[in-house]
């Protein structure tokens, strides 16, 4: 399969069940909004190593959020409910509570709880005030700015993680150049974000390593430098002769559609650049189908786009 010049192979990316919240931060500015989501978001690219996986999903209007100031959405993923409350009381006490004018609210309903407030409210140091509204409890916490109003609950769903592609180019500029087009496409798609600086990673990954310490490690096959190496002798580089930087898009989405249609959005804005960037092929990382059981075909996804 070819789309306006670039190859897209015949295999599937593989992606793995995980758990997701959603909180909204508002703030009294968009600036300071934005700010305390990326701060909330910052090392949390892989669980591999930073226990959850975390984006800004998109910049909210006043008439969108539930105090009616301009807001930003973060999801946030992790394998367990346990770790992913843990990460999010330690982040918003860390991230929002302490960047000026904010305020956070439960983004998301489900049967299943996690706490926010409930052991946000403790700065208070006996000050805090409940407010019950509804169905919902809301803390009010003295801070030299005013008050920080986080809501007691927040609640986490099922979720996918892992879903992704790979940009196979000539040169880390076009590699580069391409994957900045297919993040602004898949941040189109709401209940996704793409967790790694920028969206993109440059250490894609396997499972396992000759370290018995480490759970993963570099993803050789696909290793421009190793392509000749005598150590990858026994195994078939993945890397193309003219291919002289790989780059990995990885998306983890609220349902397993919204994952599948950002693959799709992402392929087809590096489809859209790609050539004249020297982009010559994209595929997907899958382990043989034995990490996750959810499988994206990526000529399935692109059916409809394929051209010969």
């Known amino acids: 399969m070819k789309i306006q010049g670039i190859q897209i192979e015949d295999t599937f ?105 409930s052991r946000i409210r403790y700065f208070g140091d006996g000050n805090q005030i409940s407010k019950r509204i509804g169905q919902s409890r809301y803390w009010r916490i003295p801070v030299m700015d005013g008050e920080f109003v986080c809501e007691d609950t927040a609640y986490r769903t099922s979720a996918v993680g892992g879903g992704n592609f790979l940009v196979l180019a000539e040169t880390i500029h076009g590699a580069l150049h391409a994957c900045d087009a297919a993040v602004a496409a898949i941040r189109k798609i709401p209940e996704c974000i793409a967790p790694f600086p920028g969206g993109v ?10 370290y018995p310490a480490l759970r993963a490690s570099t993803n050789d096959a696909f290793c421009p430098t190793l392509r000749d190496s005598p150590r990858l002798a026994k195994q078939a580089t993945s890397v193309p002769d003219g291919v002289g930087a790989v780059l990995e898009l990885v998306i983890d989405g609220l349902c397993a559609d919204g994952v599948g249609q950002a693959m799709r959005a992402g392929i087809l804005a590096v489809c859209q650049v790609g050539e004249s960037l020297g982009v010559r092929a994209i595929t997907g990382g899958n382990y043989g189908g034995k990490l996750g059981r959810h499988h ?13």
């Open 13 to 117: 990316a593989e992606a793995f069940d995980m758990t997701a919240t959603r909180v909204i931060i508002t703030a009294a500015e968009p600036a300071w909004a934005a700010r305390a989501g990326e701060a909330m978001t910052g090392f949390a690219t892989s669980v591999i190593g930073c226990v959850v996986e975390a984006g800004v999903e998109c910049e909210l209007a006043p008439d969108q959020t539930p105090d009616g100031r301009p807001g930003v959405s973060v999801l946030m993923f992790s394998t367990s409910g346990d770790k992913l409350e843990e990460q999010l009381v330690r982040r918003v006490g860390q991230c929002v509570l302490t960047c000026p004018s904010t305020s956070v609210f439960a983004g998301l309903k489900s049967s299943k709880k996690i706490a926010l407030g």
């Open 201 to 210: 990673a440059r250490s894609g990954s396997k499972v396992g390593s000759k």
């Open 296 to 308: 994206f075909h990526l000529h399935k996804l692109l059916a409809d786009f394929q051209q010969f």
